[in-house]
């Protein structure tokens, strides 16, 4: 079973057992789709079923089924949440999961490798990627810079030309 990172927990909220948690999507309206998010305590996956939701200034805050106090939800804080894969909604063509994106081969419009994506930073104007190999760069996920991503060949082709170095 394949688990995807969908957010981390901040910190508890108030004394009944809520967290405060940033969901790592910018979509939010997707994220109360989910029956059961799992965290990791140990070596295992423990799940957590969703009870109450509301989404504040960036973040939303979850109280979950037989947890009810700070003490019962501290051992979340700091923890990443999970899905399961097979949980995800379906993408648009064109979309896709940050997870899907990590560890892809960036080229050029020549077939050269620049590196790989190593992460995906999240700026509010647009996506970039940030691609590691000889040289790190930053690479804006816009259309005049992404010529294709090709998540089955593993690869990003990019059109770098005019991007300052």
Known sequence: MKWIPVGRVVSTSGIRGEVKF?????VKKGFLDYTSLFALKGDEYIEL???????????FYLSFRGLST???????VTKELFVREA???????GEYYEYQLIGLEVIN???????K????????????????????MMIPMVEGFIIDIDVG????????????A
């Open 22 to 26: 940033y969901y790592y999507n910018e």
């Open 49 to 59: 079923k969703p009870e109450g939701a509301s989404y504040r200034k960036h973040f």
């Open 70 to 76: 700070v003490e019962e939800v501290s051992f979340l």
């Open 87 to 93: 949980d995800l909604r379906p993408v648009e063509d």
């Open 109 to 115: 419009a020549e077939g050269v490798s620049l590196g």
């Open 117 to 136: 994506v190593g992460s995906v930073m999240h700026t509010g104007a647009n996506d970039i990627l940030v691609v590691e190999g000889e040289r790190d």
């Open 153 to 164: 060949r593993g690869t990003i082709r990019v059109d770098i030309e005019g991007l300052v």
